[in-house]
DNA sequence: TATTAAATGATAGTAATACTATTATAAATA
DNA sequence: TATTTATAATAGTATTACTATCATTTAATA
């Protein structure tokens, strides 16, 4: 037996559901692909609707504009990152393992999963290290946060912050660290890959050394506090 | 006496430099206020050569691209950094006490130093909170970084990495551990004004709290190794 | 089965963006 | 005075980021 979840998305990141038609899935599944091999900047609709066959207009019908369509995309991932969080750390008793779990799922490549056809969560992955903040670098972070565009990802954070003040009740900076582990495990494995000189990390570019700093980073802070 | 210290910019971010002419200057001075008031996405040279009453062309004749200019500019601001930081650490013997301090000027509001007339650093290091991070989060990372175009940020981060290794040689992660704070003292200022859940600090936006974190997140990690 | 609605395809068009090129003029310097 | 240098003025192109219209296919429903 095959399951197929479906993850309910903000209504106002898009302007018909891409999950409820075939084209709407062919361009998740395509936008992924183009916007890994091109990057954001040089993605556009047009070239999206080329790669699809299909038209620009075919596109919008679907998102106002690609900036909504990265949205989507990075809070696709954050929604579907906290269920493998949440899959794989339930009935983990101890938070400090929990925790631990947590940062290597964070820092490690994600394999596609299958489960979700229409979209490749490895490449998916690839581009939330390197175009997710522009999700949120904007003029209109407020606005877009009004609508509350990015709950998914301070879902995360929120869920990875608990366990850590379930380590360490008395740690004064839970959320600071939560979000910064979530950006740094995408950071460092960024520097890692393109500006090395950033990291300590060797040249065999092993998620593995980003797993250790990540947990000599927080087990540290927490087990002093 | 006043004395005027001039950064000397890698060539290959401008066709030609705009600290040798009046209109250059003026490019600097009006990107670095227009960029903060429109955002970059929204940002032209269109609008910039309006609000400085020249053309287009006027602006291309300095820099090839947008890209370019933002290259420039945050190349500037972590150049002007360094600078501000290796002379207000100058004769401290301490590590500790040097870092500590580093890590106040790099979460620190700047307040425009006037020494350089024509860029106005406390906007400057309010647009490279909010978009410093595009100007490497691009598909030409390689090639840009093969032109030295971060190398004021590497050597910020090298520096800093050094202190952070006089404060505990024994520590493994020098250097991702100084783009971390570099990195942090800005986005836990974006998230504490933007996405303020994703951090602890109070709706007084204090500074001071960031700081706060950042020394316990340093400085635990450096005492127990 | 016929009717109708929903989704898509095909085409066209517009305003703004991101440039390049050319030519004229003013100012600085040799 | 001749000449280089910087800038202004104007024009033009290809691409981007959309919006609008209408025909056609597919699917749902009466």
């Given at each position: 037996m095959k399951l197929q979840l479906q993850m309910k998305m903000?209504?106002?990141?898009?302007?018909?559901?891409?999950?409820?038609s075939e084209l709407g899935k062919s361009i998740l599944k395509h936008s992924v692909q183009l916007i890994y091999k091109a990057g954001f900047e040089a993605f556009t609709f047009k070239k999206l609707a080329e790669e699809i066959g299909t038209t620009e207009a075919g596109i919008y019908r679907y998102f106002e504009n690609k900036h909504k369509l990265l949205v989507y995309l990075t809070a696709w991932y954050w929604g579907w990152l906290e269920f493998q969080i949440s899959f794989q750390t339930n009935?983990?008793?101890?938070p400090v393992v929990k925790l631990k779990r947590i940062i290597m799922l964070l820092a490690s490549a994600v394999?596609?999963?299958?489960?979700?056809?229409?979209?490749?969560e490895s490449l998916l992955h690839q581009i939330v290290i390197a175009e997710g903040s522009k999700a949120y670098l904007t003029k209109q972070v407020g606005e877009d946060n009004k609508q509350h565009f990015f709950k998914p990802y301070k879902e995360l954070c929120a869920v990875i912050s608990r366990v850590i003040s379930e380590c360490s009740?008395?740690?004064?900076?839970p959320k600071s660290l939560a979000s910064t582990i979530v950006e740094m495990a995408h950071f460092q494995t960024f520097f890692m890959n393109n500006?090395?000189?950033?990291?300590?990390?060797?040249?065999?570019?092993?998620e593995s050394e980003i797993i250790s700093f990540l947990n000599d980073l927080v087990f540290t802070s927490l087990m002093k506090s």
């Open positions: 903000n209504e106002a990141l898009y302007l018909r559901n891409p999950e409820s009935n983990i008793e101890d394999e596609d999963d299958q489960q979700t056809n229409h979209i490749d009740p008395s740690y004064k900076y500006l090395p000189s950033l990291t300590d990390f060797s040249t065999k570019k092993e």
